[in-house]
């Protein structure tokens, strides 16, 4: 059973928004730090964003530092991403993951099958 589940992906137009929900599943997250990482056509995937624990700590990665906002819900088990001033290249697959270590870049233990993000120009 897949831990974490991403939903919200679709299709917008360039400048649009889109606001990506991770839900746990089987398990409670509410003590891990949770990240969004992403994988655009023909790329490796790259980190997006991370979230503390506790939400206190927050992390971006230069690419998307001012346009989107990580956020988390413990009580409801859910992490989001909202994203602003979409761009062409923002275009992936976006992935949900937790793991219990401190939140930012780097290896994650749980991961979601992903959510597919397009951005048209």
């Known amino acids: 059973q897949v831990p974490l589940v991403e939903s919200g992906g679709g299709l917008v137009q360039a400048g649009g928004s889109l606001r990506l929900s991770c839900a746990a599943s089987g398990r409670t997250f509410s003590s891990y730090a949770m990240a969004w990482f992403r994988r655009a056509p023909g790329k490796e995937r790259e980190f997006v964003a991370a979230?503390?624990?506790?939400?206190?700590?927050?992390y971006y990665a230069d690419s998307v530092e001012g346009r989107f906002t990580i956020s988390r819900d413990r009580a409801k088990n859910t992490v989001y991403l909202q994203m602003n001033t979409l761009k062409p290249e923002d275009t992936a697959v976006y992935y949900c993951a937790a793991r219990e270590t401190g939140a930012g870049r780097g290896m994650y233990d749980y991961w979601g099958q992903g959510t597919q993000v397009t951005v048209s120009s």
């Open positions: 979230i503390s624990w506790s939400g206190g700590n927050t």
